[in-house]
């Protein structure tokens, strides 16, 4: 079975710091109910939910030296939220489950393969 990373995108025009935790409290229900249907189905590896943008760390060390700045690696308005790693049979599949988590969490999910683990000898 193959795995896929379902990744919730927000492009920044979300405003969940003022959000009460009353218009919060039905996406983590909703959240939480995808969640255990994906673990019932058999299908969950893991997941999680991301700190804000804000409190991004990018090093870059392709050059032989560290650089470590404050911040995301590119200057965007989108960013990733949170993900899910799932296995799924194909295709198909994972973007069935992509839909249900997209409602779930009220948010754009991009669903992307893993490259497969190399043989080995």
Request: glycine share 8%.
């Amino acid at each position: 079975m193959a795995q896929y990373m379902l990744s919730v995108h927000h492009d920044g025009t979300e405003d969940f710091e003022s959000m009460t935790p009353e218009e919060l409290q039905p996406i983590f229900e909703a959240v939480d109910r995808f969640n255990k249907e994906v673990q019932e189905a058999g299908k969950w590896v893991f997941a999680g939910g991301l700190e804000p943008i804000e409190s991004a760390t990018t090093v870059d060390n392709t050059k032989g030296e560290a650089l470590v700045t404050d911040g995301p690696f590119s200057e965007s308005k989108e960013f990733l939220g949170g993900f899910w790693i799932i296995e799924s049979a194909d295709l198909d599949e994972a973007l069935d489950w992509a839909q249900r988590g997209s409602a779930a969490c009220a948010g754009r999910v991009e669903v992307r393969p893993f490259q497969p683990e190399p043989p080995t000898e």
